[in-house]
């Protein structure tokens, strides 16, 4: 099993629409969440970083659940720009590497 | 400022080559990491350095990979009689090391383009 798991997609929607992506991990000394974003061909961004108390960076809201191992993002009023794949990535505690899942491919659609 | 620079950005070496992929991180980051991605998964994690340090290597698939980073800088992954299942995109990140409350850790990692070796 994968540390960290994702549905891979790919997620199909219209420009305007909401969609959200999950993610389960499964080392419970997880201490850190990223959300990155890849386009295709390119390398890996940070887009936001996950907090317990949830966070909201414009259209986007990342939520953590620690006692489920769980971690989402919500994009809001879709943009055609945000065709990309969205890496659920996590950090163990008390090592600094980054454990990333599979991501999940969305595109959106005019 | 410059970002994380990587050369060659493509490789294409035979069955049983040796290659070397380079990294140069950004202006005064400590830490180094390589992942390599294979087609369709996210990166994962091979190895890291603080300074010239390597401090884990145990995502280094076999004996045949060897990473270096004598000067705290620059860093070379070198892979031995390369293999056809080596064939992926290379990536190097750096980052800043915080200190606060006497613990230690990485600030955000960024990513080099990557070195999309082929192997044929």
């Known amino acids: 099993r994968k540390e960290v798991e994702q549905d891979p997609g790919p997620f199909n929607v219209p420009e305007g629409a909401t969609v959200a992506f999950n993610c389960t991990y499964s080392?419970?000394?997880?201490?850190?969440f990223f959300w990155y974003r890849q386009d295709c061909r390119k390398e890996p961004k940070l887009l936001m970083s996950v907090y317990s108390s949830g966070n909201e960076d414009g259209r986007f809201t990342a939520q953590l659940n620690r006692a489920s191992q769980y971690i989402s993002l919500l994009i809001r009023d879709s943009k055609l720009s945000d065709s990309a794949t969205y890496l659920c990535v996590v950090n163990v505690y008390n090592t600094d590497k980054l454990i990333f899942g599979t991501g999940t491919r969305l595109q959106v659609f005019p | 400022g410059a970002g994380v620079s990587q050369s060659p950005r493509y490789k294409v070496a035979k069955r049983g080559q040796d290659v070397a992929l380079r990294c140069d991180p950004i202006?005064?980051?400590?830490?180094l990491f390589w992942y390599q991605q294979a087609l369709g998964q996210g990166p994962e994690f091979l190895t890291y350095f603080q300074n010239e340090a390597q401090l884990d290597k145990s995502g280094l698939p076999s004996d045949r990979f060897f990473a270096e980073r004598p000067e705290g800088s620059v860093s070379t992954l070198k892979i031995q009689r390369t293999q056809q299942e080596d064939s992926a995109v290379y990536l190097c990140?750096?980052?800043?090391?915080?200190?606060?409350?006497?613990?230690?850790?990485?600030?955000?990692?960024?990513f080099g383009p990557g070195t999309r070796l082929t192997v044929l």
């Open positions: 990140a750096s980052s800043l090391v915080w200190l606060a409350g006497g613990k230690k850790g990485t600030d955000t990692q960024y």
């Open positions: 202006s005064g980051h400590v830490s």
């Open positions: 080392n419970s000394a997880s201490q850190s």
